[in-house]
């Protein structure tokens, strides 16, 4: 497709819109991992599997505030120490690590208190996000067009002019914390582990609001000007 050259007859406007808001997070994201540590393989492996039934039993609980729960890695493995001209094993290391989205923050902090209570047993997160198809997104779009027609007409009305037409709208990029999706839910994740300090009190998390940026650049017509 050939771009249409500006003529004095068509004079032509490029500029760029921005749009900016910041909203609620829509979703929270928090990563356990569990441990087990013994000198039998079956033992260590039945210990990890408790629990990490266990973890999965109270994000299960979440009910309808589960986005969604998937389990990333899992591994186990001996520890090898040296005795004498070789190596012995001296243990077996076992570790599950589940990922959950949560669409309610209402009883987050319990949750994330009763999961890093749990034996041998981290927490991570939360980080907060928009979901992909998040309204914002179309939200920051929209200011960016308004912002970028209202320019455009302030350099015609600069001229003693207005618009004549849109040529083209082309989008300079879109993003934010919750973009689908940099591995970044805004703000520096928290880390919790079990310490045996019995039922410890439910931390108060406050959702982090996020961030979103939309731009487009814009071109169009003016009718003459009378210079």
Not at 2 to 18: D, F
Not at 62 to 69: F, N
Not at 129 to 132: I, Y
Not at 193 to 203: D, K
């Given at each position: 497709m050939?771009?249409?050259?500006?003529?004095?007859?068509?004079?032509?406007?490029?500029?760029?819109?921005?749009g900016r808001l910041?909203?609620?997070p829509e979703l929270a994201r928090i990563g356990v991992t569990v441990s087990a540590r013994g000198t039998d393989r079956p033992a260590a492996l039945a210990d990890l599997t408790r629990r990490n039934a266990r973890v999965?039993?109270?994000?299960?609980?979440?009910?309808?505030?589960?986005?969604?729960?998937e389990t990333g890695?899992?591994?186990?493995?001996?520890?090898?120490?040296?005795?004498?001209?070789?190596e012995r094993v001296q243990a077996y290391r076992g570790r599950v690590r589940v990922t959950a989205e949560l669409t309610d923050?209402?009883?987050l902090g319990e949750l994330v208190t009763r999961l890093a209570d749990l034996e041998l047993t981290s927490v991570d997160g939360p980080w907060w996000?928009?979901?992909?198809d998040s309204s914002a997104y179309a939200e920051a779009r929209r200011l960016a067009v308004s912002?970028?027609?209202?320019?455009?007409?302030?350099?015609?009305?600069a001229l003693g002019t207005s618009l004549a037409s849109l040529l083209e709208l082309s989008d300079a990029g879109l993003g934010g914390p919750g973009m689908p999706m940099a591995p970044v839910f805004a703000g520096a994740p928290a880390a919790y582990?079990?310490?045996?300090?019995?039922?410890?009190?439910?931390?108060d998390l406050e959702p982090q609001r996020q961030t979103v940026t939309a731009e487009v650049v814009a071109r169009f017509t003016m009718r003459p000007p009378a210079l």
């Open positions: 050939t771009q249409e050259h500006a003529t004095p007859e068509a004079p032509q406007v490029t500029v760029r819109g921005e910041e909203v609620d999965l039993d109270l994000l299960k609980a979440q009910g309808d505030a589960l986005g969604s729960l890695s899992f591994s186990i493995a001996p520890e090898l120490g040296r005795r004498g001209r070789g923050f209402t009883a996000a928009l979901r992909p912002e970028a027609v209202q320019r455009a007409r302030a350099y015609a009305e582990a079990a310490e045996g300090v019995g039922e410890a009190p439910a931390l």
